[in-house]
């Protein structure tokens, strides 16, 4: 099957008509050993010295977003997923492992990032299935801080980190927690689909994707906030892209909302991402951010039927959301690329609201995104057009939260 194809189909956009695409020896993924729980400052842990090779474990580094430990390789396939630790060291290698994607072409192999001190010193497709990379090397022995993200998204491929071998002296401790948490959930727009490919003809490839470009990721920084994310492109509430008007329900995100993912590869080419459920208590956001609508749009037209359809479906996920996340502030958004269903979300919110007397739920019209600052492939945001994005959204949350 030609997944880049599909996804192309699935992500398309129909400019004429404006609109556009926005487009889980076994541990599961509710085990306190591949999340993070420790909730406080990391600073004062010892960390591992003289230990050979670690574990990417909630003890042993900062889980970030989604993942699945499994056979001692962290498993990560949402966008943005990773880890998060500082090094004391001379030279720190990190092992990735892939799926049954590195058998396949460049589009839909899972992209990934090292950044060390915040300076990205690994960028790398992986085809292979295990590629050791050089993240940090130096004469002398020193501390750094490093990020492992995934860049790509989950539908495609998944990526495994294998145990990180320690030499004499070094050192791995957690990074510290920052001052907030929040967590999206999305479609293309949070993937940052096509991101590293202006050109607006293109079509879909992991390889031009990039998370840390994107209008989430960006928000979180902003807001020095550690983030999760739950994002598909071409995903919808009830309905993913339609190029005909006919519903797509098989691409309704709230179905994997408490999974580890949804792919059509596996966590080492045995489980399913959307097999491993996601334990909620390991992750408790203060704010949810929701994105979804854009690819509903190509279904819903206009109609009010369908408009209806969609508001219902949106109705009983904000119920899932609040069911799973009881404290949380939660901004229901839409528009970079496209906010014709907005006023319905606006309707949906009120009537969530007297309904529930739950008054913590906020819908929020985010700027569409601005031609003259060009369009990304299949005519989804630039960077800078996700840079104004996060900026208006960043001070939405600045404004609500008192942060």
């Not at 993070?36 to 574990?55: A, F, K, L, R």
């Not at 990074?175 to 929040?182: L, P, Q, R, T, V």
Request: proline share 3%.
């Amino acid at each position: 099957m030609n997944f880049r194809k599909i996804l192309a189909v699935v992500c398309c956009m129909t400019l004429g008509l404006g609109c556009l695409t926005a487009c889980g020896k076994e541990d599961n993924g509710n085990s306190n050993s591949n999340t993070n729980t420790n909730n406080g400052n990391n600073s004062s842990t010892e960390g591992i010295e003289n230990m050979g090779p670690v574990v990417l474990t909630s003890e042993k580094v900062k889980i970030v977003g989604r993942t699945h430990l499994m056979d001692d390789v962290l498993w990560l396939a949402f966008s943005g997923a990773g880890a998060e630790f500082v090094y004391e060291g001379k030279k720190l290698d990190i092992t990735f492992v892939g799926d049954n994607s590195v058998n396949g072409g460049i589009d839909n192999q899972a992209r990934v990032a090292v950044y060390v001190d915040g300076e990205r010193t690994v960028d790398e497709m992986i085809d292979q299935p295990e590629m050791t990379v050089t993240a940090f090397e130096n004469s002398e022995s020193k501390k750094v801080n490093v990020q492992i993200v995934k860049l790509s998204e989950t539908a495609m491929s998944t990526v495994g980190v294998k145990p990180i071998t320690l030499a004499d002296g070094e050192k791995i401790t957690p990074a510290d927690d920052k001052a907030h948490k929040i967590e999206f959930v999305g479609d293309s727009i949070t993937c940052g689909y096509g991101v590293d490919d202006e050109v607006k003809e293109h079509h879909f490839s992991t390889s031009t994707e990039d998370v840390t470009k994107a209008y989430a990721y960006k928000t979180a920084e902003k807001l020095n906030a550690d983030y999760s994310m739950v994002s598909i492109s071409g995903y919808g509430i009830i309905s993913g892209y339609s190029s005909n008007g006919n519903k797509v329900p098989s691409q309704a995100l709230p179905q994997y909302y408490d999974k580890m993912g949804f792919s059509y590869n596996k966590f080492a080419n045995t489980t399913s991402p959307q097999n491993v459920e996601w334990d909620f208590e390991s992750f408790r956001p203060e704010v949810i951010i929701i994105n979804l609508g854009t690819n509903d749009n190509s279904y819903v037209k206009g109609n009010s039927e369908k408009k209806q359809e969609y508001v219902d479906g949106y109705l009983a996920f904000l119920k899932t959301v609040r069911e799973k996340n009881p404290d949380a502030e939660i901004f229901c958004v839409l528009g970079i690329m496209g906010a014709e269903l907005y006023s319905a979300i606006e309707g949906m919110v009120s009537e969530y609201s007297a309904e529930t007397g739950d008054q913590k739920i906020h819908p929020f019209k985010l700027p569409v995104q601005d031609w003259a600052n060009g369009y990304a492939a299949d005519w989804h945001p630039t960077e800078k057009n996700h840079e104004i994005a996060a900026q208006a959204m960043a001070d939405e949350i600045t404004r609500v939260m008192g942060w």
